[in-house]
């Protein structure tokens, strides 16, 4: 599983894996070195303070304890990099039923962050968990989306609840996802969503409006803001937009696969403080893992 962590993150790890470890291990780490240990710490997206935060930090560490051993650097750099992360934050899906009532997860975002294909991903997952699931596809606004969202479903085998009327509204398929899952007892329901970008005002007003009426049936028990990993500090800004317009309980980060800005994990947690809950690795069915902050920092370093 770690090598194919490490593989997909191969662009990050060439950063943190490659580039930090040889600057880390000169014999003389001077001035210079440490700035441009910090500015390939911002290359990679870490964001301003993390970045030195880990520097500060590892400067410290050098000084008192060394830098000529790899491993020994190595080590360093990997404990370092785990303590920028969280370790409280919650990571774990809400994706029991309670009663009759499934568990009912939103997933919000800008349009093309990967919002459908992470919803075919995760219904994939829980499926395997033997889990019943249905989709709802609440994004009436880009045409294709519903019928995006129907081909996953028929490919693992879930029923997808849709309009056939064009820019049917959201909050009423919604609403239908939902009671779907109610009158068949599911586990868990799925409803992808329009990623308009519009001003805070519109979106509270159009999340907030589908939240209500779905919970006119169930509680919504996540809500999934997904970033795409490539656009780095610029997601970062449209994330804040979301978190708040509507209350997000965890972060899909896609796209790690084709990014060096992989440190924006560590960047967005901190600065929204709200735990990145799964990540995308790549476009195909398979390819979505939940975040486990040892494991990520082993990948990047491995
Ligand atoms: P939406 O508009 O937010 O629903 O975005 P889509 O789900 O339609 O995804 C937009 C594009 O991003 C599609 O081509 C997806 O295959 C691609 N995509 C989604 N997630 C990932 C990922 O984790 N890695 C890569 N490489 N591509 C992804």
Redesign the pocket.
Known sequence: RLARLRARLVKTNNIFGKGLLSLLSTDDIDEDVWDEIEETLLLADLGTDASMELVDNLRDRVTIEGSKDPAAVKQMLREELIKLIDPTLDRSLDDDRLGTDPSVMMVV?????????????LARVLVAEDKDVILGAA?TF?AA?AE?LTTWGARIGVPTVRSDVEGADPASVAFDAVAAGVENEVDVVLV?TA?RLQNKAGLMDELGKIKRVIEKKAPVREVLL?I?ATTGQNGLSQAKVFSEAVNVTGIVL?????TAKGGIVVAIQRQLGVPVKL?????GAD??APFETEAFVEALLA
């Not at 990540?279 to 476009?283: A, F, K, Y």
């Open positions: 975002g800008v349009n093309g962050v990967g919002k459908t294909t992470t919803v075919g991903k994004d880009r989306a995006q992808d990623g997904v795409d896609t796209k790690l696969d084709g990540i995308g690795l790549g476009e390819d979505l």
